[in-house]
């Protein structure tokens, strides 16, 4: 079975028109003379496929001798239908001051193996050995999963901050065992109440009658959740009076305007972070400490928060101190920036240790940093020919 929408694929496409043109400058040809048996097309693709991994391999090496090293990002999924779980490697690395990023692997995992840190830590390098890929020079980023992060123990390691977003609003709508949820409950109700209206009119067809799309969530991804949200607010009205009209006003019972608005004004925010942090063309590790405070601030109460409102920024605002943590390494990639050097968003003695810990990464023979002044903007300065 195929979707109807193949016909559409730019392959289909391709492969149509080459019959096509086939036909029209031979004529009639037979179809088992043209069409390559299975096997030929497999031993085509190897032979591509290693083709394309010399080349990848040769232009991973030369990033590795000019930059220095290289980042690789890293995580599993599973395969619902048949249950057979795969691990994928990714790596990116500037080429040309461009940052690129192509898939080293997508590698079933062995399915009479437990998913522990040492079979997964072997899977992986065993991927990086086929490249050649010296493993001193690599800087992982993956979710936080005990079993991830224990296999990655031995490599400089760093969390992904799109995921740790991800966690932060999954614990902040979390009302298991808590006694003191200030009406969260009833917007975490509201949210599945969202669900199951999507799911409803998705189900009947009743969406052919609204003038836009209604969008169902995915429970791993919250930015899903406030499209979901985003979908239902934009046309409530209709949505109201399509449901009246079938006798099932009764499914928006759950949902309320307001409630839906300061829900989505909230999130908005989380998901702008989201999807700046999960860039892949573009750097994003000196972002985390920028949208750190941001959200931050965002946390703060606002005048007028109802209370299930206070009450969220509150828990957010705490699970981002507690999950989020932007360490040395993202303090010091918002330095080298050159838009945000200045470190504004720190106290003074926060940004002397960062200035202190470029310093110390500097090598002996190159340039001297200055740091003039509170307040001021560090600099970098030629060291004389005597001091070096």
């Not at 109700?189 to 969008?215: F, P, Q, W």
Request: aromatic share 8%; charged share 25%.
């Amino acid at each position: 079975m195929r979707p109807f929408d193949i016909v559409s694929g730019k392959g289909f496409h391709q492969v149509a028109q080459t019959l096509i043109d086939i036909g029209a400058k031979f004529g009639a040809v037979d179809a088992g003379a043209i069409l390559p048996h299975q096997q030929t097309v497999c031993d085509r693709a190897k032979k591509q496929a290693s083709i394309d991994k010399q080349k990848l391999s040769e232009a991973i090496q030369k990033a590795l001798t000019s930059n220095g090293g290289i980042a690789v990002t890293t995580d599993m999924w599973t395969d619902e239908f048949k249950k057979r779980a795969y691990t994928v490697l990714t790596c990116h690395y500037i080429s040309q001051w461009k940052l690129e990023n192509r898939i080293l692997a997508t590698v079933e995992f062995d399915p009479t193996l437990k998913k522990t840190s040492e079979n997964l830590n072997e899977q992986i390098t065993s991927v990086l050995t086929s490249y050649g890929i010296q493993t001193d020079k690599i800087v992982f980023v993956s979710d936080q999963g005990a079993n991830i992060k224990a296999a990655l123990r031995s490599y400089h390691w760093i969390p992904c901050s799109a995921h740790i977003l991800n966690t932060v609003l999954r614990h902040t709508f979390s009302t298991k065992g808590d006694s003191e949820s200030d009406g969260i409950e009833d917007i975490v109700d509201m949210i599945d109440y969202c669900k199951e209206l999507v799911a409803y009119l998705k189900r009947t067809g009743a969406i052919t009658s609204l003038k836009h799309t209604v969008n169902q969530e995915c429970d791993v991804r919250w930015n899903s959740k406030v499209t979901m949200l985003e979908s239902i607010q934009k046309q409530y009205q209709d949505i109201r009076e399509l449901l009246k009209n079938r006798d099932q006003e009764h499914r928006l019972g759950g949902i309320h305007q307001d409630q839906l608005t300061h829900l989505i004004d909230f999130l908005t925010l989380f998901k702008l972070a989201i999807s700046e942090l999960e860039g892949e063309h573009y750097p994003t590790i000196h972002m985390v400490l920028l949208w750190f405070f941001k959200l931050k601030k965002h946390c703060e109460p606002k005048f007028g928060d109802p209370p299930y409102m206070k009450s969220l920024r509150s828990r957010a605002s705490a699970l981002l101190d507690e999950k989020m943590c932007p360490n040395a390494t993202h303090k010091i990639a918002t330095f080298l920036h050159p838009k945000f050097k200045s470190l504004k968003m720190l106290v003074e003695e926060d940004r002397r240790e960062v200035i202190k810990q470029v310093r110390e990464l500097l090598p002996e023979e190159g340039v001297r940093l200055s740091h003039d002044g509170e307040g001021s903007n560090p600099v970098t300065e030629p060291m004389p020919a005597t001091e070096q």
